[in-house]
C-alpha cells in the first residue's frame, strides 16, 4: 500500500493511517502511541507528529506494509 502523509502538519491523515514510522530513528509504532505534537498555532492541537521512541519530528503515516525503501531515503534525504 502507500504512504497517507507526508511528515508536517498531518494530524488527521497520520492518526487514521494503520502505522506510523518515525525515517530518523526507523521505528514502527501505532498512531495512537504519537503522544506529543508541535506546531500548534494560538489554541489549535499541534498538527506535526514527534517520535515517541526519539522525540524527533521524522514521523510518517502508511496504510497497509511499510515502504522500507522509501523510509530509508527520506533518512538520507534528511539527515545524511
Known amino acids: ?11 488527521s491523515r497520520l492518526l487514521a493511517s494503520q502505522t506510523a514510522v518515525c525515517y530518523y530513528c526507523f521505528a514502527e509504532f501505532p498512531p495512537s502511541a504519537i503522544s506529543e505534537w ?3 498555532i494560538g489554541e489549535e492541537q ?3 507528529a514527534i517520535c515517541p521512541q526519539c522525540s524527533v519530528d521524522a514521523v510518517v503515516g ?5 515502504d522500507a525503501a ?9 539527515f545524511g
Not at 500500500?1 to 494530524?11: A, Q, V, Y
Not at 502508511?62 to 511499510?66: H, L, S
Open 1 to 11: 500500500m502507500s504512504r497517507t502523509c507526508d511528515s508536517s502538519m498531518h494530524r
Open 38 to 40: 508541535c506546531d500548534a
Open 46 to 48: 499541534g498538527q506535526t
Open 62 to 66: 502508511f496504510n497497509g506494509p511499510v
Open 70 to 78: 522509501w523510509v530509508q531515503a527520506a533518512h538520507q534525504k534528511g
